[in-house]
């Protein structure tokens, strides 16, 4: 049987079983509210490290060549000998310029026995020019014969030079007070001195100190001087770090596909010669040192909220080259404060702040849940990787 709900018998429960739907979904929970994980303000020291890679070598590395062609036939040094400025290090077959010596040796003979003559003909024709026995065009012939004779003398002379200085070359001796890094050559190996000069060995020397030539960015190099000291670390040694200084900051750029890095040098004591040449070295110069200042992690500083979140001031359209955009929580939990602030510098994973936040004060770093219209709540945000 159907109700007659216009009946006025049953309006008193009509109005009370709406009153208690009303009072029921009033009464009912909104949802979770939005969480946030906040970090505090605090204090502390940075310290702020350009990163590079360079490769060790020696101070001064010399590279020893020779200037005749010929086989070696004697080799007096090898890899890691030490070696004496003037020390014979190598030799080569000198049979062919001993044979030139003589044969130099010989035209300059010929050259001074033929002067000789060419001026006793000349004293002659002096003799017979006043007695008539003699024209004066043959006095005139026999000077220039002696003039012709003594300039032969001199090429035969310089020939001579020559030919015992190319002899002498085939003993190759130590430039520089040293070690030997490198051997190219071979016993019974011809070299050909032609259009370049053949390298024989390398001499570093002294490795007791050594040079890192180190490629620094052109978004870094303006901070890196003369005088910074500088940590490295090298595979063979892994464990170990070592210090140097940097020596100089060179000018002339190097661009290897688009990227554009300046090479600097850094000086590097290594005087139980543990270090090697040639070794890469995975440096780190310190730039910047802060003591007891503000600072905060730099996930503060990337932390970007997710759309719908209410904010207790609008968040700023611009701000200068220097400021960072942060955010703390407002007087209502749910609600986010942006916050610019003035970041120093940075050791990579957290940041000074010279201006825009107190000690203490929280910043949000993610957000932990926040609700939606399609599923109620935001889940919490994966950690985010240290930069």
Not at 77 to 88: E, I, R
């Amino acid at each position: 049987m159907a109700l007659n709900l216009m009946n006025p018998r049953y309006l008193p429960r009509i109005f009370a079983a709406t009153l208690l739907a009303f009072l029921g979904s009033a009464c009912r929970p909104l949802g979770p509210a939005a969480r946030f994980e906040t970090v505090p303000v605090r204090r502390g020291d940075i310290v702020q490290h350009v990163t590079a890679s360079g490769t060790l070598s020696p101070v001064v590395s010399v590279e020893v060549g020779s200037q005749v062609s010929g086989k070696i036939s004697a080799l007096h040094a090898d890899f890691n000998s030490p070696v004496k400025k003037g020390q014979l290090v190598a030799e080569i077959d000198p049979t062919v310029y001993e044979a030139a010596l003589q044969q130099a040796a010989g035209e300059l003979a010929g050259a001074r026995a033929n002067l000789t003559l060419r001026r006793q003909n000349l004293e002659r024709k002096k003799i017979l020019v006043p007695a008539k026995a003699a024209s004066q065009l043959d006095l005139d012939q026999a000077n220039a014969e002696v003039a012709q004779a003594e300039a032969t003398v001199v090429i035969r002379e310089a020939a001579l030079a020559s030919a015992r200085a190319n002899l002498g070359y085939c003993k190759i001796t130590a430039p520089v007070d040293g070690v030997v890094i490198s051997r190219r050559v071979d016993l019974g190996q011809t070299v050909i001195a032609a259009m370049t000069t053949p390298l024989l060995f390398t001499i570093a020397q002294d490795i007791t100190r050594m040079n890192i030539a180190a490629a620094i960015s052109e978004a870094e190099i303006g901070l890196v001087k003369e005088g910074q000291p500088v940590s490295f670390t090298v595979d063979a040694f892994a464990e170990e770090i070592f210090d140097g200084v940097v020596s100089q900051v060179r000018r002339s750029p190097t661009t290897t596909q688009n990227v554009v890095t300046y090479e600097t040098i850094i000086a590097v004591e290594n005087p139980g010669r543990k270090l090697f040449p040639g070794m890469t070295a995975n440096v780190s110069v310190l730039v910047a040192e802060r003591k007891g200042v503000l600072k905060i992690p730099n996930l503060a500083l990337r932390y970007s909220p997710p759309e719908g979140v209410p904010f207790e001031q609008s968040p700023p359209k611009e701000f200068g080259r220097t400021q960072r955009l942060v955010y703390a929580l407002g007087t209502n939990p749910a609600e986010l404060k942006p916050v610019l602030v003035k970041a120093g510098i940075t050791d990579g994973t957290e940041t000074e702040i010279a201006a825009g936040l107190d000690e203490n004060a929280a910043v949000v770093v993610s957000t932990l849940s926040f609700p939606t219209k399609s599923t109620g709540f935001l889940p919490k945000e994966p950690p985010h990787p240290p930069q």
